[in-house]
């Protein structure tokens, strides 16, 4: 029986433990739940060694053996309580204290009545911005509107908005007056007298006078001013704010007092029928109102005046500081409208 084998008191010889390696490959495994490399499974039995031949003059197997097991350090202890340390990251500072969680705020929260208050007046400028965009890019009428067209719009809204101040200044004067006590009665007469007046003029029973224009339509070389152009003539007149009308032909002839119901034709060889009674050119209207805003209304671009030149005649604009409107319309004699008391 050899140095490394043992009496067992039975008469069998009992291997010697298994030997670690040395080196880099014997190193004891640094995860803190590895086994311990010294102790073995009773369920599997150690797998025998071949018996070696120590040289002479060296330490029995025990004693190396037990020399070995007190030079390697011992095993650290694991503290289950602590997480696993990762290697490659630094130790962190013991001393420091890691700051408490603070519980994220629910997005519900976040909203205040400002806030909903805010975003409800920013959905509606949208909403107003989108249907407004929408109404003025589908409109056809302002889409199709030459920029000469849009300009005479504004001159005749202008004019009009003007006169419906008048109106009301009048008209509130009027209330004015009617009020007063003894004084109504003479105010309401008059206030009568002057609608009657008004009425006449507009319908005209009544010659009137003014400040107003004289406006001639010339033709051209061989084209004659044609009925369209004087009635187009007459209602850039009457948005500009004529009050009262009337147009002459050349030759001396009578001339011809323009009311709302007044209609123009042509007529043969140049001449222009109104009412059924034929004027020949040139062809000069009389009207009674602002001269400045009629005059532009007339020359604006692509307005009467551009129309008449490009057919070859001219229209010639003269202001009158008092302009007569003599001629007279029969009274209509109505047949179906009736006053409403």
Known sequence: MSDEQRDTGTGWPQPAEPRRPSGPAGEPDPRPDAPDP?????????????????????????EAET???EAEPAPAEVDSKRPEVDPERPEADPERVDPEPVAPVSAGRRWTSAGVMIAVLLALLG??????????????????????????????LDSREKRLQQDIEALEESQRQLRSGEQGRQAALDEARRRADELGILAGTLPA?????????????????????????????????????QISGSGGGSPVRIIASTYFLDGPGGSLVVDGRSLSGPFTITVIGDPKTMETALKIPGGVAASVAGDGG???????GVAEV???????KLEHARPVS
Do not use: C, W, Y
């Open 38 to 62: 010294d102790e073995l499974s009773p369920l599997v039995p150690p797998a025998e060694e071949p018996v070696r031949q120590e040289p002479p003059g060296s330490p029995p197997a025990e």
């Open 67 to 69: 020399q070995r097991i």
């Open 127 to 156: 909403f107003t911005l989108v249907v407004q965009f929408k109404t003025t890019s589908t409109d056809p009428t302002l889409a199709a509107t030459r920029q000469e067209d849009l300009v005479r719009i504004f001159s005749d």
């Open 209 to 245: 006078r003014g400040p107003g224009l004289s406006v001639e339509f010339r033709p051209g070389a061989g084209k004659p001013i044609r009925a369209d152009r004087i009635l187009d003539a007459v209602q850039e007149l009457r948005g500009a704010g004529a009050e009262a009308m």
């Open 314 to 320: 001219t229209v010639n604009v003269d202001e009158r």
């Open 326 to 332: 003599s001629a007279l319309h029969a009274p209509m």
